[in-house]
C-alpha cells in the first residue's frame, strides 16, 4: 500500500528531477523521513519486545507480503 502522502513525495520529486528543489519539497521530504525513522524505531522496539532481532522482524514481515506462490 502506498500512502498518498508518499505518492505526492515520489510524484513531486520525480518531476523536480533536474529542476530547483523548493524549501517546501525539502520540508516534505524531511518529514516523510522522520516518520519513516519514527515507525521503524517503533517496529524495531516492538520486535525486541516479542524477543525478536529487527532484521528477524523485517524478514518475517516481507515474508508475509509475499504474493500467493512466490
Not at 28 to 49: H, K, M, T, V, W
Not at 56 to 61: A, D, E, I, S, V
Request: net charge positive; no cysteine.
Amino acid at each position: 500500500m502506498v500512502f498518498p502522502l508518499a505518492t505526492y513525495i515520489v510524484i513531486r520529486y520525480s518531476n523536480s528531477v533536474g529542476k530547483t528543489v523548493e524549501n517546501a519539497q525539502y520540508q516534505a521530504l524531511a518529514e516523510f523521513r522522520y516518520r519513516i525513522r519514527q515507525f521503524l524505531r517503533g517496529s524495531d522496539a516492538a520486535a525486541e519486545e516479542a524477543g525478536l532481532e529487527p532484521r528477524q522482524y523485517q524478514m518475517l514481515l516481507a515474508i508475509r507480503g509475499l504474493a500467493p506462490g512466490q
